[in-house]
């Protein structure tokens, strides 16, 4: 099998299964990819697009083909020497619904089923309403309201002897000790009786495997269909429309397991772990090893088989042990990797966690992994790519113009404050409580109140810089203390004085005092319990926070708005990039190098595009104004404000500036109304992730229907024709050196220490946004037809538009990363100092490994330079006396320039750029063997 070089990542369901995949095998062969990196294959959600929805982890999805079809798609890869990576998802599971089989046993059983372990369900509530009992928060009404209407009727499932409430998609279980109830409503001995049998499961000491049995035994009954005709004519007297019927239906349903509830109730009273605060996704306690080994089968079978070469952990910051999580599955694959059989054998099996780190914070080198998912790579290439003159100009506009604060870290933090208090509100809570029953084991602090945890703990979580700490058995990790104390020192500047002390107390217990100090017992344990679910609180806090409202309430700039990027910083030096380069080759030079994925706010070109801004921040400035004054009319005057906002109509402009397909034109009706269709789900997400004038769960039709209307006719008005040629124009005017921008993320992603991963589709531009525009079929067929990796690049560069000479730069990189493996898995890397007229523009390092040289030289910054032209290319001569410093050893050492063959001679300076670059705005040169003239391979 073939080293770990490139990985490609592709997203499966029912529209691309593993057949799909399996027929385009050879394209991505040929295009330099060793492994592909697939979405979850193990059984979601009917219908799911995504794959983390999983209901059964037993399985391979049969909505992508089941396992036959990924055993081809292996075979399809084995035949080219390529590996398979799979995305499995340890912290969640879909709930609701009625496709998840532990969930429904949970909901049946309570506590007595053997998955009610598996989930992460906090039975002992402190509401006495929910002792013992789940909150099932899926109805689409009030509890009463719903059941006063008929909506949760009494279901008889006659082929397995059971019955159910049902709510629309969702069925919630009836308990078998309580079915002698319904029996007992029929005048049928043989059903009366059965239900004697089903009421002495009551004090059954095990009744699970006797419900099983007298179950089989009601469905056999139910055969006869006179028999089933009276059990479902009892059902009736459980017509919750009818006062008996409500009184009857409503008193079965308060003795289950469970208690049904509207959606709404989740933000506050939920009592078990989510995703987020997604309620149909359940948290699942991975850390227990039944747990582990039960969702965990299918996927030691298919690697212990050879079918699997790698593993991709999605969101590991919600588990409650990440390192203790790792370092086991560490060690269980490195055991099924020895027994692989034979034709399938590799020496590593690499593991790969998705994990957002903040500035300054970096993956702890103990998990056993061999690096992130790449989103830190993402952020660094954008940061080298933005001009820090437009900084100024461009946060003036913003806050002069959209009136909202122009320090992203205040948007992070009222953003916060808002889910803590909003959607998170019930975790926080249970965070609280727990910290509460902290203080009460210790009679130094016992009389600390409830309301002064809450206070503290909210500031403290508020002014939290990194998505989580890990706290061991000793307590913080020193690696997490600064990140702590910031988050202490900030709490204090916003927290009552009278509170202060209170955060001292927060300190210890949240591990700044080893847990082993603690005698074994309660105080030991709620003090454990405390810390997990604080660090499992902070991460969705910092995600919902940044990711899904701080994002789209601030627009200085929106290329610096994504993903695991720190919108605060704006730009970065050249020294900066390579700095974050060499640690990651010396910490983990497996790292992944993404700067697309399946979750970014926008696509790579996209970003890189809107990156020109920064360089033409004055321009830009007196474009919006302009723009604002033109579309003056369109705005609508509503009683909560003008409709769009300042800064949602300013988002709307960066963002069509950003993604303006290159072929489009403004006089194609059916082209422009596609467009537009795109752009108006955009704007949806975009208004309701910003939670300032409407939201996901109480959307404001006044003011998305304001802003819908303005989109259209600015995109397909008359009205609105000037404006929109404006904008068009000024969006071809950004193109060139945004694909210039495009072209050198591209070669920095294949040549800078780590393994490059490419998302579908971005082997052509990509001016994608969020999800779903992101995950929209991929055109492989045309990708297919046009690739050609030995054309000549400068008929390529004629051509930009078509996206080829993006697909020729990746093919003739990964080729080279194919010939020398070991020079870019294990070479060192040097940065380069570029001297002269234009240093600032250009970027430079060496990869080496045992005498064997490779140079990179890539334009950034290089807008000016472009001038009026309508090619993402610089002529040679603009360069002027611009040259890259060499090593000693390469000194008088020729050179030749491997995209088009020719050769260089350094001269006493270095390397000249206006030689270098003379027909590509980037190369890559090796050294050539002084007696053959042929270039080291």
């Known amino acids: 099998m073939r080293d770990l070089s490139a990985t490609l990542r592709l997203q499966f369901h029912r529209d691309f299964t593993l057949d799909d995949a399996t027929a385009l095998v050879d394209y991505f062969a040929d295009l330099g990819i060793s492994h592909l990196y697939a979405s979850p294959l193990l059984t979601a959600r009917p219908g799911s697009m995504h794959g983390y929805d999983v209901i059964d982890p037993t399985r391979i999805n049969p909505e992508l083909g089941g396992e036959p079809a990924l055993r081809r798609l292996v075979d399809a890869l084995r035949a080219k020497g390529m590996g398979l990576i799979l995305d499995i998802v340890s912290n969640h599971m879909a709930v609701g619904g009625s496709g998840n089989p532990w969930w429904l046993d949970v909901l049946e059983w309570g506590r007595r089923s053997p998955y009610a372990q598996f989930f992460d369900i906090q039975w002992n509530s402190p509401d006495p309403l929910l002792e013992g009992q789940l909150l099932v928060p899926f109805l689409g009404s009030d509890y009463g309201e719903a059941l006063q209407q008929g909506k949760i009727p009494l279901k008889l499932d006659i082929d397995n002897g059971a019955f159910y409430a049902e709510h629309y998609e969702h069925r919630f279980p009836i308990s078998p000790p309580t079915y002698g109830e319904i029996l007992r409503l029929t005048e049928q001995p043989e059903l009366r009786a059965l239900g004697q049998h089903f009421d002495a499961l009551k004090t059954e000491p095990a009744p699970y495997q006797t419900a099983r049995q007298l179950r089989a035994d009601l469905a056999r009954l139910l055969e006869d269909s006179a028999t089933r005709q009276t059990l479902e004519s009892a059902l009736r007297h459980y017509d919750s429309t009818t006062e008996e019927g409500f009184k009857r239906l409503h008193g079965l349903l308060e003795r289950q397991h469970y208690r049904l509830a509207s959606w709404r109730t989740a933000g506050d009273d939920i009592n078990w772990r989510r995703f987020f605060d997604i309620n149909e996704l359940g948290g699942l306690r991975v850390e227990r090893p039944v747990v582990f080994e039960e969702t965990h089968a299918k996927i030691f079978e298919l690697i212990s088989e050879g079918l699997v070469d790698g593993l991709r952990i999605d969101h590991i910051d919600g588990l409650a042990n990440p390192r203790g999580y790792c370092r086991r599955l560490r060690r269980r694959v490195d055991r099924l990797n020895a027994a692989r059989p034979e034709g399938a054998e590799q020496d590593h099996v690499p593991i790969y966690v998705e994990k957002i780190l903040a500035e300054g914070e970096r993956l702890h080198d103990d998990w056993g992994v061999d690096g992130t998912t790449g989103y830190e790579f993402m952020n660094q290439v954008s940061l080298l790519q933005h001009d820090p003159a437009g900084k100024s100009v461009l946060c003036s506009l913003w806050s002069e113009t959209a009136d909202r604060p122009a320090d992203f870290m205040e948007e992070v933090r009222q953003a916060r404050q808002l889910v803590l208090t909003g959607p998170l509100a019930g975790d926080f809570e249970t965070v609280a409580q727990a910290l509460l029953q902290v203080a009460r084991h210790d009679v130094m602090t016992r009389d600390i109140t409830l309301g002064a945890i809450r206070r ?319 995950r929209r079929p991929v055109d492989f067929d045309s990708r297919r037809a046009t690739f050609q990796p030995d054309a000549q690049p400068t008929e390529l560069m004629e051509n930009w538009q078509d996206g080829r000479i993006k697909q020729w730069l990746i093919a003739r990189t990964l080729k080279l990363r194919r010939a020398q493996p070991q020079l870019f898995t294990a070479g060192r890397y040097l940065p380069l100092k570029v001297e002269g007229e234009h240093a600032e523009s250009l970027i430079a390092f060496a990869r080496e490994l045992d005498g064997s040289w490779l140079i990179v030289v890539a334009a950034r910054l290089a807008s000016g330079l472009l001038g009026d032209s309508t090619a993402p290319s610089i002529p040679a001569a603009r360069w002027g006396d611009t040259h890259v410093r060499l090593p000693d050893a390469l000194s008088g050492h020729a050179m030749e320039r491997l995209f088009d063959g020719m050769a260089v001679t350094p001269k006493q300076e270095g390397l000249s750029v206006t030689e270098v670059l003379q027909h590509l705005p980037f190369a890559l040169l090796q050294l050539t063997n002084s007696s053959t003239g042929e270039s080291e391979r």
């Open 456 to 774: 503290a703990l909210l500031e403290l979580i508020v002014h939290f810089p990194v998505y989580r700490t890990y706290i061991a058995a000793h307590g913080r990790r020193e690696a997490d203390e600064p990140f702590f104390q910031q988050a202490l020192a900030a709490a204090r500047t916003t927290l009552g004085e009278a509170d202060w002390p209170l955060l001292d107390h927060l300190d210890r217990w949240l591990g700044g005092e080893d847990l082993r100090s603690l005698p074994p017992g309660p105080a030991r344990r709620i003090r454990r319990y405390a810390c997990t679910r604080f660090q499992q609180l902070t991460s969705p806090a910092a995600a919902k926070a940044v990711e899904d409202t701080a994002c789209y309430r601030s627009g200085a700039l929106l290329s610096r708005n994504d993903v695991g990027f720190d919108p605060q910083t704006f730009s970065a030096p050249v020294d900066t990039f390579h700095a974050e380069c060499l640690a990651r080759a010396e910490h983990f030079p497996r790292n992944l190098l993404t700067t697309a994925t399946h979750d970014h706010k926008r696509g790579e070109d996209t970003r890189a595009r809107m990156t020109v801004l920064s360089e033409r921040a004055e321009w830009y400035a007196s474009k919006v104004r302009h723009w604002r004054q033109l579309a003056y009319g369109q705005r609508q005057e509503l009683p909560d404000g003008p409709a769009p906002s300042a800064g949602d109509e300013m988002l709307l402009f960066q963002v069509l500036l950003g993604c303006w397909p290159l072929d489009l034109n403004t006089d194609d009706k059916p082209a422009m109304e596609t467009f537009c269709e795109r752009m108006i789900q955009w704007q949806e997400k975009a208004v309701r992730e910003a939670k300032l004038r409407s939201t996901w769960t109480d959307p404001n039709s006044d003011y998305e229907g304001a802003c819908q209307h303005y989109l259209r006719a600015l995109l397909l008005g008359d009205e609105c024709k000037t404006l929109r040629d404006d904008i068009a124009a000024a969006a071809h005017e950004l193109a060139p050196a945004g694909a210039l921008n495009g072209l050198t993320q591209t070669l920095l992603r294949m040549t800078t220490p780590g393994v490059p991963d490419l998302y579908q589709g971005t082997d052509y531009w990509d001016f994608s946004l969020v999800d779903p525009d992101n």
